[in-house]
């Protein structure tokens, strides 16, 4: 009715193109040099996207997205199916596709995170973040000879600090600062973008959003929910980047 194709209104597509992007940046737009703008080759994507970035994008859209999708759509299909596809959705995409776009994407970003080493990064933020431990611990020691030595930076949950305050309070590990903006703005698009559907065409992209809408007045009850998608998401991310550090330990000690 309103011209608007189903490939721009599930999410389950946006992270097929958040796939696509990912991959085309990682394999062609990474300057082969260390020192990218030092390169004769050099141009804006390869001056701009490096490994770094590869691998916050990686804890911040890829990882999450995939897993989230994946997450939410076979738990629901099975358990209270026609919550996520209606029939009309069923006319379009049938259940080889339905693994194409939900199973696959899942077990090769896991397969990613047991293969390739996306914490090189947040490695080194933790050592600076010891040293700086370190540094103010020699100080403390000068007034006080009794202070305890600093326990070692270590990739943990306890030293994570990766939550919804690090969008507004300074992070003391940039790697997770930078990755916290990234999903709280992933989110923010997703939550505005199916409100957005919702406004122009009357109706909701998915069976369960309707009762999520209606359980609260004022839309309560969604806004509820994109506060459970964002924790779900931290949580997610949590669990890849320990997975990850957990693989790619290496022999030094951090």
């Given amino acids: 009715k309103y011209g608007i194709p189903y490939e721009l209104t599930l999410l389950t597509f946006l992270g097929t193109y958040v796939n696509l992007a ?24 390869t001056s701009y996207f490096t490994q770094k970035e590869i691998d916050i994008y990686y804890f911040s859209y890829v990882a999450p997205l995939n897993f989230y999708i994946s997450t939410m759509f076979w738990s629901m299909e099975i ?7 209606n029939e009309v959705t069923k006319r379009y995409i049938q259940q080889e596709m339905n693994h194409c776009i939900h199973t696959i994407p899942f077990l090769f970003t896991l397969m990613e995170c047991f293969l390739v080493d996306h914490v090189v990064y947040l490695k080194e933020d933790l050592k600076s973040f010891e040293n700086s431990e370190k540094k103010d ?4 020691n000068k007034n006080n000879p009794k202070t305890p030595e600093a326990p070692t930076a270590t990739i943990s949950a306890q030293t994570m600090n990766l939550s919804l305050r690090s969008f507004t309070s300074p992070n003391v590990i940039p790697f997770y600062q930078k990755i916290t903006h990234h999903i709280v703005t992933l989110i923010l698009f997703v939550s505005l973008w199916q409100f957005g559907l919702f406004q122009v065409t009357g109706r909701w992209s998915y069976p369960f959003l309707p009762p999520i809408w209606e359980s609260f ?24 980047i320990l997975m990850n550090a957990a693989r790619f330990r290496g022999k030094e000690k951090i």
């Fill in 22 to 45: 990912f991959n085309f940046i990682r394999t062609f737009c990474i300057s082969s040099s260390s020192s990218s703008s030092s390169s004769k080759d050099s141009n804006f994507f």
């Fill in 79 to 85: 358990l209270m199916p026609g919550l996520v596809m």
């Fill in 137 to 140: 611990e020699n100080n403390n």
């Fill in 217 to 240: 007045p004022y839309g309560i009850g969604y806004l509820l929910f994109c506060f459970f998608s964002a924790y779900l998401s931290m949580n997610i991310v949590k669990v890849v």
